[in-house]
């Protein structure tokens, strides 16, 4: 069973669009959550830590659901420059994060 | 925005030759890791450092990978006798604290053997 699961999509979407990932991870010990997104072969790069009571920074919204193991992200009115692949990154207890393979999101004028 | 650097941007080596990776980390930083992403696969963790000493290391940092902080700035990543299959991105990354402290990325050496 994959640690960290995240649909690969592509996720096509107008700009002014509402966008939500979803990820799931199959360790219940796990401890810190994050988003990180990854444009095409560059470095990820921290979008936001996800909390339990839920955060937002800006456009973006991040809830994490311990019961469910469930960590989602939802982009609201989105920019061309948010074209790039969001990774769904979990910290088990020590130092390793666990990336899931990513979600692509396509932003179109 | 201070940044982890890594040098050289890509490394193109021989089968069975050493390879050196470096890294700048964040300068106030405490913690430091190396990752590796095969093209069109996921980001995985090799080893973390701490204090002077490997803290956490995975299955695939075996004895052919070694790191080192040779001085106060520089954390290099050390490849014995590489294999094809070593050919990936190897990102630095470092990190104020360890655990649920985020953790920041180095734009990454592309390492390609022949």
């Not at chain 1, 360790?27 to 796990?30: G, L, V």
């Not at chain 1, 009115?77 to 074209?83: A, C, E, G, H, V």
């Given at each position: 069973r994959k640690e960290v699961e995240q649909d690969p999509g592509p996720f096509n979407v107008p700009e002014g669009a509402t966008v939500a990932f979803n990820c799931t991870y199959s360790?219940?010990?796990?401890q810190s959550f994050f988003w990180y997104r990854q444009d095409c072969r560059k470095e990820p790069k921290l979008l936001m830590s996800v909390y339990s009571s839920g955060n937002e920074d800006g456009r973006f919204t991040a809830q994490l659901n311990r019961a469910s193991q469930y960590i989602s992200l939802l982009i609201r009115?989105?920019?061309?420059?948010?074209?790039a692949t969001y990774l769904c990154v979990v910290n088990l207890a020590g130092y390793a994060l666990n990336f899931g393979k990513g979600t692509s999101l396509l932003v179109t004028p | 925005e201070p940044e982890v650097t890594q040098t050289p941007s890509h490394q193109v080596t021989q089968m069975g030759q050493e390879v050196i990776l470096r890294c700048v980390p964040?300068?106030?930083?405490?913690y430091f890791y190396w990752y590796r992403q095969i093209l069109g696969q996921k980001v995985e963790f090799l080893v973390s450092f701490y204090n002077n000493e490997i803290s956490e290391k995975s299955e695939?940092?075996?004895?052919?990978f070694s790191v080192e902080r040779p001085d106060g700035s520089n954390f290099t990543l050390k490849i014995r006798s590489t294999k094809l299959e070593d050919s990936a991105m190897y990102f630095c990354a470092s990190s104020?604290?360890?655990?649920?402290q985020p953790q920041h990325f180095g734009d990454g050496t592309r390492l390609s053997i022949l």
């Open positions: 360790n219940s010990a796990s009115d989105s920019k061309l420059s948010d074209s | 964040i300068s106030n930083h405490l695939i940092f075996d004895d052919q104020l604290g360890g655990g649920d």
